[in-house]
Structure formats: structure tokens, C-alpha cells
């Protein structure tokens, strides 16, 4: 089994990149996918989060309001460091089952937003980086999320900068051009995990 920590700031393109390398073949385990998962309804999660933030961070519907509790973590390093101990256990719990139940062969690729801010980077056989110039993200945060610029630029800025990124990457996958370039790249990127898979 090779394991690929694949990471990229937001509006990077990373989870372009990440569905990409799914089609080719790639088992991939989603750390933001599952962190939503790990607080819907019900869960113990929501429970713990609501216990720490207060209830106004809920929808009407019992549903976690993101953008109210990202407003609240992004602007405050303590709470994020109080939602990261609830969360981030619980999905360390869910990623570990599904990664047991992968084949022997398996490329496993974890999608893993802050994987350069939370040093994880020694986890994983192989790192790749997503990489677009900070300009670019806050364009297209911009114009397919609709994200003011403000808070654009301070999600960036509450992650990892290019260069500490770029320092941890085994391979950098170039997004700065077309939908055809970046397929291209990610070709070119599963064919080196191919390799080094030992399945090239």
C-alpha cells in the first residue's frame, strides 16, 4: 500500500486534483469530508462542539452552521485549537477504518487540508502539493464560492504559506492553467505513484 498525503491551500484546486486521481484509481480518503461526517446530527461530535461553542452555532434544523463557527475559529487561534481537539481525533478514528479496509496494493491518497500545518507530512510515503499563486485562489474563491476577497484572504492567511507547503511536497502539481494542463499533471502524477507503488 502506498499512502500519498495529497494537500493545497484553499481554492487551490485540490479537490479537483483529488477527484481526478479517484477516477484513475486512487483509494481516497477525504479528512474534510469526514470531518463534516464526524459532526452531523446525532453524532457525539455535534454534541461536543455545541457543548464548547454554544448552541447559536446550529442551524434551525439542529444542522452545524459552518460559516458561523468558521467565523468563530478563523478570528480566535485558542477555539480553533478547541475545535481541532474535538474533531480531530474523531477523525483520526474513521480515517484508520477505512484505510484497514483497503487492498494490499492500494494507492491511497488522504486529502488532508492542513496537512503542513499539522506536520503530517511524515505520515505519508509520498506528499503532493497543489499549488496556484494566492492572487489566483482569492479570483476563484471569488468567483465559484462567492467569497468576499476579505474573507478570502484571511482563510489564506490562517494556513500554511506556499513555501512552508511547497517545502514538505514530494511532488507539486502545478494549477495555474487550464483544466487540459492540470489533467495532464495529474497523469504525470499518477504514473509516479504508479511507480513508486512499484506498479509502473
Known amino acids: 500500500?502506498?499512502?500519498?498525503?495529497?494537500?493545497?491551500?484553499?481554492?487551490?484546486?485540490?479537490?479537483?486534483?483529488?477527484?481526478?486521481?479517484?477516477?484513475?484509481?486512487?483509494?481516497?480518503?477525504?479528512?474534510?469530508?469526514?470531518?463534516?461526517?464526524?459532526?452531523?446530527?446525532?453524532?457525539?461530535?455535534?454534541?461536543?462542539?455545541?457543548?464548547?461553542?454554544?448552541?447559536?452555532?446550529?442551524?434551525?434544523?439542529?444542522?452545524?452552521?459552518?460559516?458561523?463557527?468558521?467565523?468563530?475559529?478563523?478570528?480566535?487561534?485558542?477555539?480553533?485549537?478547541?475545535?481541532?481537539?474535538?474533531?480531530?481525533?474523531?477523525?483520526?478514528e474513521r480515517v484508520a477504518a477505512l484505510q484497514h479496509r483497503a487492498a494490499d496494493d492500494a494507492i491511497v491518497v488522504y486529502d488532508v487540508p492542513l496537512l503542513a500545518e499539522n506536520k503530517l507530512a511524515p505520515m505519508y510515503d509520498v506528499v503532493i502539493v497543489v499549488d496556484a499563486a494566492d492572487d489566483l485562489r482569492i479570483r476563484r474563491l471569488a468567483?465559484?464560492?462567492?467569497?468576499?476577497?476579505?474573507?478570502?484572504r484571511a482563510r489564506i492567511a490562517a494556513q500554511a504559506t506556499r513555501e512552508d507547503r511547497l517545502a514538505?511536497?514530494?511532488?507539486?502539481?502545478?494549477?495555474?492553467?487550464s483544466l487540459d494542463e492540470l489533467a495532464a499533471r495529474v497523469e504525470d502524477t499518477w504514473q509516479e505513484l504508479r511507480r513508486r507503488a512499484g506498479r509502473g
Open 143 to 152: 468567483e465559484h464560492r462567492g467569497m468576499p476577497e476579505a474573507d478570502a
Open 1 to 92: 500500500m502506498l499512502k500519498a498525503g495529497l494537500t493545497g491551500g484553499i481554492g487551490s484546486g485540490k479537490s479537483e486534483v483529488s477527484r481526478r486521481l479517484a477516477a484513475k484509481g486512487a483509494v481516497v480518503i477525504d479528512a474534510d469530508k469526514i470531518a463534516r461526517e464526524v459532526v452531523e446530527p446525532g453524532t457525539a461530535g455535534l454534541a461536543r462542539v455545541v457543548a464548547a461553542f454554544g448552541e447559536e452555532i446550529l442551524h434551525p434544523d439542529g444542522t452545524l452552521n459552518r460559516e458561523k463557527l468558521g467565523a468563530i475559529v478563523f478570528a480566535d487561534p485558542d477555539r480553533l485549537a478547541t475545535l481541532n481537539a474535538i474533531v480531530h481525533p474523531l477523525v483520526g
Open 168 to 177: 514538505v511536497a514530494d511532488i507539486v502539481v502545478p494549477n495555474d492553467g
